[in-house]
């Protein structure tokens, strides 16, 4: 018995030493490192998104330091359904990034190069104003209370009280005419309008920029993104440590290259 105990010892440490080995060489961001934590000294700024059912929960965390100075990153939260009490955290390495999390990936972007949205081109240059965009505006004014703002940014319009959505328009929902499309499913990349349907003409998002003329959307997180990893990936990997209860100090994603 003690001599199986000092097997599962000796094995458990060459398991851990191999993985903080091998993370010293994937960094970002060719790979996305999260390292076990318990947010200690860290708040929960945000749940950006749920997944009750699993018991997981991917959040921001801030953390306050001295005279007003603070950094962010990504974590990620385990929940037993069993047993609330029993949860693991994990956080990213990699902080003060800007990330975005989308339906498929976990990405980050340089916020002042990357946008996402309705884009309309001619003569190969971007248009500031989409065509129409201004009625749309005022016709969605027209059914909302006066005390709703407007914010509106590539043909996203959002409706604020207080600062606080209560409701998010796209410009394609104006310029469809009977042809629902549920917009936030697409997938990353290209789109067009075709016969009054949205149609993908490209799997890369930054194909936008060799176009001479047309209505173009690229779907959440937009285009030049720094970098992307899969979000299923990432949540099956701590899923898959909290139920072999051999917490890996950390996990190690790599990054989607197309």
Not at 120 to 135: A, G, Q, S, V, Y
Request: proline residues 3%.
């Amino acid at each position: 018995m003690i001599k199986s105990i000092f097997k599962i010892a000796i094995r458990t440490l060459i398991f851990l030493f191999t993985i903080i080995f091998v993370s010293s060489c994937k960094t970002y961001p060719d790979y996305l490192v999260f390292k076990k934590t318990n947010f200690e000294g860290k708040e929960i700024y945000d749940t950006i998104e749920a997944f009750p059912k699993r018991g997981l929960y991917i959040v921001s965390i801030e953390h306050r330091g001295f005279n007003g100075n603070f950094s962010w990153n990504l974590g990620i939260i385990k929940i037993d359904k069993k047993n609330s009490m029993n949860s693991i955290k994990y956080e990213t390495k990699l902080q003060n990034k800007a990330f975005r999390i989308s339906k498929d990936y976990v990405a980050y972007a340089d916020v002042k190069a990357s946008e996402w949205g309705w884009f309309c081109i001619k003569d190969r240059n971007f248009l500031d104003t989409l065509p129409l965009i201004n009625k749309f505006i005022d016709s969605i004014k027209s059914i909302l209370p006066k005390n709703v703002f407007l914010k509106e940014k590539n043909g996203y319009i959002e409706a604020l009280i207080n600062g606080k959505i209560i409701q998010r328009y796209s410009y394609g929902d104006f310029i469809l005419k009977n042809n629902s499309v549920n917009f936030d499913s697409l997938d990353l990349g290209l789109y067009t309008i075709q016969k009054n349907n949205i149609v993908n003409i490209s799997k890369n998002p930054d194909n936008l920029f060799n176009q001479e003329e047309g209505l173009f959307l690229v779907p959440y997180p937009g285009y030049k993104l720094l970098s992307k990893y899969s979000k299923e990936e990432i949540l099956n990997a701590i899923e898959k440590t909290f139920e072999t209860k051999i917490f890996a100090p950390l996990i190690i994603v790599k990054a989607i290259d197309e």
